[in-house]
């Protein structure tokens, strides 16, 4: 089976850095992804980590630690439009993505 | 084209109702996948389907029925469903080790 937790809530200001931290446990570890998914709308892909170190795209980057089962989305220069739910998946070899409970973020002016 | 597309985008539904939910990519994915998705709540596997044969089943009532038609198509058959059913289902295709694409949803309401 798989357990993945991240924070339920956070909150942030416009321009400013935020760090979604994502702890997972599984057997069979075959790749960890971000996505965001705004309200009513489906989820969208935003990074991809299955080997350690740091993916960086744009205003996101993604860090993976496969020995701590870690990871963490960081996302620079927040806008009004990055409020929404941040979900880390973790794709188990053998099986499809199962979802974290999902982050949701609140950025304000 | 790179999208997933679902129809319909909302659907309301008796409990002693047919209805079937409709996914098409032609991104030539061999990997396609249902999940349901209630308010709040992360996405939930339901169903996997590599190759056009159905490879997961996340112990789904039998209520809910997916079938493969061929490699761009999945259909999800639901009959006599409970309202408890009712929820965002998305289906989304993937190729192996990629990830995956989603569509935009069903919206579906049982009553």
């Known amino acids: 089976g798989q357990n993945i937790d991240q924070p339920t809530e956070m909150t942030a200001t416009e321009g400013a850095i935020v760090q979604i931290n994502c702890t997972y446990q599984t057997s069979g570890f075959n790749g960890l992804f971000w996505y965001q998914q705004h309200a009513g709308e489906a989820p969208t892909f935003l990074s991809y980590n299955v080997l350690d170190g740091l993916e960086e795209k744009g205003r996101f980057s993604s860090f993976l630690s496969r020995s701590k089962g870690y990871s963490y989305l960081l996302l620079k220069e927040l806008q009004m439009k990055d409020s929404a739910s941040y979900l880390c998946a973790v794709n188990q070899a053998g099986t499809a993505l199962i979802f974290g409970k999902g982050t949701t973020l609140s950025v304000s002016s | 084209d790179t999208e997933v597309t679902q129809t319909p985008k909302h659907l309301v539904m008796g409990m002693t109702n047919k209805k079937s939910l409709k996914c098409e990519q032609h991104m030539g994915h061999r990997a396609m996948y249902w999940y349901k998705q209630k308010a709040k709540k992360p996405p939930e596997l339901m169903f996997v389907y590599s190759y056009e044969k159905l490879s997961i089943n996340e112990s789904v009532p039998s209520r809910f029925s997916p079938e493969c038609p061929n490699s761009s198509l999945l259909n999800l058959h639901l009959h006599a469903l409970q309202p408890e059913d009712s929820a965002l289902y998305l289906c989304?295709?993937?190729?192996?080790?990629?990830?995956?694409?989603f569509g935009s949803g069903t919206r579906l309401t049982v009553v």
């Open positions: 989304a295709s993937s190729r192996e080790g990629e990830g995956y694409t």
